[in-house]
């Protein structure tokens, strides 16, 4: 996949971009207004992620290029310091097609980016594949092998965060953010993450799915030996 | 204490200043006249009198009878001659038929070897009618004066005190968060121009100074959330890349915990400007209820113990949706962050009140504390210190009374929508 990352603070877009890179996609990076505007009108990108506080413009003029270009289906992400539900409504509004608020997880944005890629691709039905592990995010069933396995919501969700970030390690503050949103600040002890995390372990495994490891102790890993 | 005086109007207290001064110098009047026509019209009299009495001498000298006319007239002889005497005196009046005051001037004359007594009265009576007479008509001139002066006095300051009143007005309605600056109408009278300037320049000083504090917040804010998110794609790159320690790998997500907080700092901080700035100007009707049911649904997930739901009926309020969210979320959170103990969250939801209450050991030390930002009376719970503050302010803003009572071992926070 092609992807733009249209960030002006240089780390922050080397760190997304080579997060995403060993995901396998394309990434270009444009660290201002106008070479934005430039790479957007030269080529066609299957996503851009764009901060909407550019150094020499805003991201929201950037997102009315990309929709007014013709012939081009482009997604995009927002990524803003701003985090006040005027603007994320407008984004939306404009046509983006989600909004992260920094600071965000890298593991954060890459699912958001595969469920992008999913809806774009497959109109939002597409089946994930993990060696046997088959998952419908249209249906949200899950298949080992040809067995169906049935999961709780929660364990739905944490599967596919696991599958979209695999080889990676995943900290429980990760997923917790990730399942339970600003709500997450409210769990103390991370100890029923460890139960989600057991139980859809447990269901796996049964089927002979072992790719959930602890990594250094309070981590997880979903990887193939 | 000090006690609060009673205010009155501008207009009132000019009013009531003629009105006091008036009647004062009225009654002043009305008796300095009394005592001046009064005094005329005994001069008068005597002056009668005494020419009265000056006739008879001479029809005495005249040799003619004397003349008698009681009880105005009275002529009689005396064995010595005493100085005039000049008295008030009470006499039967046999025309009248009862008694009447009469004015007596008595004299004693030596005419032709006889001492006379010469007694001529007059009646007080007609005089005092007089007197009285004329005290009613100037009181009558005199309050038909005051009447129509008090008028023309009230509609005169209302006049000249009108460009006051339209300024108090336009300073009654500033606002600081109104996008255009204040106008006042101009005015012809020096002292009214020039309060009109002052107010001019006082709020457009307090309007630039509100704007740039509002804009430091935001930048602050802004500027942060980069910065945050670079530390934290950091972290995040080196927990993939290299191999850790165990203990690496703790510090590094303690380290991505602290961001966390520190990032929810930032967005209450946010939160709270936004709502001092009352930038949340969308009310519609909620309902709390409902709110509050969704809410549950999400603790429910992170919380073990069971949240009892007491609704008696659906309450709806109007405000802000979002807000109401936060209210809810905030309250709710808050039981859940500092619940102690085995027994239930109850929430309960009546007429027009919503309370909340989480099990505790002891009530809260510092209770006028409670709603400030960054109180924190338990150092050992993970909090930002704002949940409660912005839950206050948002109260504050729609005039909902938020309360903290300590009652049985439970904390109870109740909002009572008015």
């Known amino acids: ?225 | 204490m000090k006690k609060r005086s009673k205010k009155i109007g501008l207009i009132q207290k000019t009013s009531s200043i003629f009105i006091i001064v008036s009647l004062l110098l009225m009654s002043l009047s009305s008796i300095a006249l009394y005592f001046y026509v009064r005094n005329i019209l005994e001069a008068e009299i005597e002056e009668e009198l005494y020419s009265t009495t000056a006739r008879i001498e001479s029809i005495l000298e005249a040799g003619k009878n004397p003349y008698s006319l009681p009880p105005v007239v009275e002529v009689g002889t005396s064995k010595e001659l005493l100085p005039d005497i000049l008295k008030d005196t009470l006499i039967y009046d046999p025309s009248q038929d009862e008694i009447e005051l009469f004015r007596e001037l008595s004299s004693f004359k030596r005419i032709n070897n006889i001492n006379y007594k010469i007694s001529v009265r007059d009646l007080v009576v007609e005089s005092e009618n007089i007197l009285i007479a004329i005290i009613i008509s100037y009181l009558l001139i005199i309050i038909v004066v005051f009447v129509v002066l008090y008028y023309f006095n009230k509609v005169g300051n209302s006049y000249l005190w009108k460009p006051f009143f339209n300024t108090l007005e336009q300073i009654k309605q500033f606002s600081l968060t109104a996008k255009e600056p204040i106008v006042l109408s101009s005015s012809n009278i020096r002292e009214f121009s020039e309060l009109n300037t002052q107010v001019k320049i006082l709020t457009d000083k307090v309007r630039a100074d509100y704007n740039n504090l509002k804009q430091f917040t935001e930048d602050v804010s802004h500027e942060l959330q980069t910065p945050l998110a670079i530390m934290q794609v950091k972290i995040e790159s080196v927990i993939n890349d290299a191999p850790l320690s165990n203990q690496q790998y703790d510090q590094l997500t303690s380290i991505q915990k602290d961001i966390k907080r520190v990032t929810q700092m930032n967005k209450g901080l946010t939160l709270l400007t936004k709502i001092e700035n009352n930038q949340f100007i969308n009310p519609k009707q909620v309902s709390l209820t409902s709110i509050v049911e969704e809410n549950i649904a999400n603790f429910k997930e992170i919380f073990q113990q069971d949240i009892q739901f007491v609704n008696e009926n659906e309450l709806l309020v109007t405000m802000d949706y979002h807000l109401a969210e936060i209210l809810c979320n905030n309250l709710i959170s808050n039981a859940i962050k500092h619940h102690i103990g085995s027994g239930d969250i109850v929430i309960e939801i009546s007429n027009k009140s919503l309370s909340v209450s989480n099990k505790g050991e002891k009530p809260i030390l510092h209770v006028d504390q409670i709603f400030n930002r960054f109180y924190k009376e338990n150092e050992s719970v993970k909090s930002t210190g704002l949940g409660l503050a912005i839950a206050k302010k948002i109260c504050d803003m729609y005039n909902f009374k938020l309360t903290y009572s300590f009652d049985k071992g439970s904390h109870i926070f109740l909002v009572q929508f008015s």
């Not at chain 1, 774009?120 to 249209?138: H, L, P, R, S, Y």
């Not at chain 1, 602890?214 to 193939?224: C, D, H, L, R």
């Open chain 1, 1 to 225: 996949m092609k992807i733009l990352i249209a960030e002006d603070e240089f780390s922050l877009q080397q760190s997304i971009a080579i997060y995403l890179e060993k995901e396998g996609n394309v990434c270009e990076v444009a660290s201002d207004f106008n070479e934005a505007s430039y790479k957007i009108s030269l080529y066609d990108y299957d996503i851009v992620i764009l901060d909407l506080n550019l150094l020499t413009g805003s991201g929201i003029d950037i997102l009315k290029q990309l929709k007014k270009k013709q012939g081009a289906n482009t997604a995009v992400i927002i990524i803003s310091a701003n985090n006040s539900l005027d603007d994320k409504l407008e984004g939306l509004d404009l046509g983006a097609d989600d909004y992260l608020t920094k600071p965000f997880h890298l593991a954060e944005l890459n699912s958001r980016v595969k469920a992008i890629l999913r809806r774009q691709m497959f109109g939002g039905g597409a089946i994930v594949v993990f060696n046997e592990i088959k998952i419908d995010t249209d249906g949200h069933v899950v298949t080992v092998g040809e067995k169906e396995i049935v999961l709780t919501k929660k364990e739905y969700d944490l599967l596919l965060f696991f599958v979209t970030n695999k080889n990676r390690v995943l900290s429980k503050e990760i997923i917790a953010e990730h399942l339970w949103g600003d709500n997450s600040d409210l769990i103390d002890n991370f100890d029923f993450i460890y139960v989600h995390v057991n139980n859809l372990r447990k269901k796996l495994t049964k089927e002979g799915a072992k790719y959930i490891k602890t990594a250094y102790g309070s981590g997880y890993k979903f990887i193939e030996d």
